[in-house]
């Protein structure tokens, strides 16, 4: 065995034998050569990054996270998470230069989760600062976990180079609370029950999300790419500084909408605007973006790893993006309603019931050519995601002897879903990522769909009107 290799425990009966939940089958189902079901979530450090500090502090995360240990033996109803080894390769380490490190993106990097764990850790560094990047298979845990996972190496590294000074805290996660990811209900729902959508309305949710077709981005070969250059970066991120997130959150209040709702519609407006500059039809046809929805609650605070997470589809008409304002308020009617009625549990009772019959979830997902225009991901606060805490300088977070200057990631796309959109709030800053699919978007244009997007987010501030 390597001698980097990270031993699994004695007792290895707790994670062996833990039956996948339906969303991970979902996840692996959904996993391909082409479009591998793996995300990324990346910390841009400033200091001196510690190698040997940095292994340590990645084989004690992985000692605390049973399913980033485990690959998955079995399939449909039987799949089961198995602990083994961790291989000696998980953490690559590069020294680079600032040009290079400024330059490179990690690339799409597939996992086979059924014959190793669905994590890989990438370390690019100057000596001064550096680029932390993880790959995470979805079948192990959603975005929001992924963060959790990434502080955690951050604070554990912070423990072993902080010396004398100010320390990260943290609570190790509980293995045991694994048993509790498919308990959606929050524990105090028998004393404050809310009202819930009757049968007749969850199947109607259900025959929409089957009956309508939405309609995918415009590839590069529909816009008249005339040489095709590939998209390879699993990732390319910008961020708008403090006074433009300010400025956003202002047009949501000026519409008593949320930010989010503000998002979600200048994507649609994008889209609508990309794909008629592809000359393709759209008015009465059908967008729809796939909204990931946190389902956790405070049963779930010291969980490790996994997903609690479902969907919310949001799906419009390309014509309803000829009013922006009532678009915005309808959006933010639409979302508030999942919120309160916890629509996402709609999502996963389908998944449940796909999962009864034999290749169920795969018939699923090879009859829906195109399930959704676009995935939206909006983790809010990145810093209140993760239950630690650390020392902040200007907001940011201190790991012993490097700052985290940024924090950012962005999800996985599956066929015919042509583009991942993630957001997130850090130090103040809002952090938007992309990631495309590479096979029909060139790198030309999934470029230029990047920055047109950021660019209707600057237009919004600057006309925004004085108070």
Not at 94 to 112: A, H, K, Y
Not at 169 to 186: G, I
Not at 422 to 432: R, V
């Amino acid at each position: 065995m390597d001698r980097q290799s990270i031993s699994s425990p004695t007792d290895t009966t707790k994670t062996h034998g833990i039956p996948l939940s339906d969303f991970e089958w979902y996840m692996l189902c959904d996993d391909r050569p082409s479009h591998p079901m793996v995300f990324v979530i990346a910390a841009d450090v400033i200091g001196r990054l510690s190698e040997p500090e940095f292994r340590q502090a990645a084989r004690d995360l992985l000692e605390s996270q049973p399913l980033l240990r485990s690959v998955v033996d079995g399939a449909g109803k039987s799949a089961t998470w198995r602990q083994i080894e961790i291989p000696g390769d998980i953490v690559k380490f590069d020294i680079v230069s600032d040009d290079e490190l400024n330059r490179r993106m990690p690339g799409v990097t597939r996992i086979d989760i059924r014959t190793r764990p669905g994590i890989l850790i990438e370390v690019l560094t100057t000596g001064e600062q550096a680029k932390i990047t993880l790959h995470l298979h979805h079948s192990c845990c959603d975005g929001i976990a992924g963060v959790q996972v990434l502080a955690e190496l951050l604070a554990r590294y912070g423990l072993l180079t902080a010396g004398d000074g100010r320390k990260p805290t943290f609570d190790s996660p509980r293995e045991e609370d694994l048993a509790l990811r498919e308990d959606y209900e929050p524990p105090d729902a028998a004393s404050a029950p809310r009202p819930k959508r009757s049968v007749f309305q969850i199947a109607a949710k259900i025959g929409r999300l089957l009956l309508r077709k939405p309609t995918p981005i415009a590839s590069s070969a529909q816009r008249g790419c005339s040489s095709f250059e590939p998209a390879n970066n699993a990732i390319r991120t910008a961020s708008l500084d403090i006074d433009a997130h300010r400025a956003l959150r202002a047009v949501a209040n000026r519409l008593n909408v949320s930010l989010n709702d503000i998002l979600l519609r200048e994507m649609f407006m994008l889209i609508r605007d990309w794909n008629q500059q592809a000359k393709l039809p759209t008015g009465k046809r059908w967008m729809r973006i796939a909204m990931p929805l946190s389902m956790r609650t405070s049963l779930h605070s010291q969980i490790p790893a996994c997903n609690i997470v479902s969907y919310a589809l949001v799906t419009r008409r390309f014509s309803e993006c000829d009013c922006p304002d009532e678009l915005a308020r309808s959006i933010h009617e639409q979302t508030g309603n999942v919120l309160f009625y916890r629509e996402g549990l709609i999502a996963l009772k389908l998944f449940r019931i796909l999962r009864r019959f034999s290749f169920g979830m795969q018939l699923f997902l090879a009859a829906k050519s195109c399930m959704s225009t676009i995935v939206v991901a909006n983790v809010g606060d990145v810093r209140r995601r993760f239950s630690g805490r650390f020392p902040l300088q200007d907001g940011r977070w201190v790991a012993g002897n490097v700052l985290v200057r940024r924090l950012y990631g962005v999800a996985p796309v599956r066929p015919n879903t042509l583009a991942a959109v993630s957001i997130g709030d850090y130090a103040g800053e809002l952090s938007i990522s992309l990631r495309t699919d590479g096979t029909v978007l060139s790198e030309e244009d999934s470029r230029r769909f990047f920055e047109h997007y950021l660019q209707r987010l600057q237009a919004l501030v600057v006309a925004l009107p004085a108070d």
